[in-house]
């Protein structure tokens, strides 16, 4: 993609911290008298991530992981690199996975896995944005704040090419 161009606004800022405090009654419902791990993945997650933590009034520890695709780009394997992984020592806990979009599936799906098998309490995953046109894997997403076509999204920390993360809304590119 050459030359890109940002396509107009999609989501705007105030509407992303509208659902954010709406997102964060719920898990404030959903958990009562317990504690929660809040896992942003990064480098995506960052700015959803701040905007949920603080609508979120619990007992609370945050944590982050920084995960990559393995091998080629064009070929998805389900297997998923681990660039720097938890600080935390989750077993017991309740885990809640903070992501930026869900396309496929693969990601997160494997992430699940792997804090199951770290005999998590329970593990969530509450993503800014829903792809489901882009699933392959089955996966039950339990906190959505938008769900978008199947067009490649831009801005409020997703990026191409490591760009346009600090656009403060959602848009997408254009050719
Ligand atoms: P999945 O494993 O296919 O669900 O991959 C999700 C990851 O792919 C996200 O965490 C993003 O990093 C990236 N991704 C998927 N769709 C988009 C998009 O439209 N814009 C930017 N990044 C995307
Ligand atoms: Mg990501």
Redesign the pocket.
Known sequence: MHNETVGTVLITQKQISEKAAEIGRKIEEDFRGESVVLVG?LR?AVLWMADIMKNVNLDMTIDFMSVS?YGSSTK?SGIVKINKDLDTDIEGQNVIIV??????????NYLKNYFMNRDAKTVKICTLLD?PE?R?VDIDVDYIGFT?DD????GYG???DQKYRNLPYISYLEE
């Open positions: 993945i995506g695709s998805s992501e930026d979009i869900v396309d496929s599936g693969r990601t997160l792809k882009g392959k978008v067009i490649f999204i831009v997703l990026d191409y």
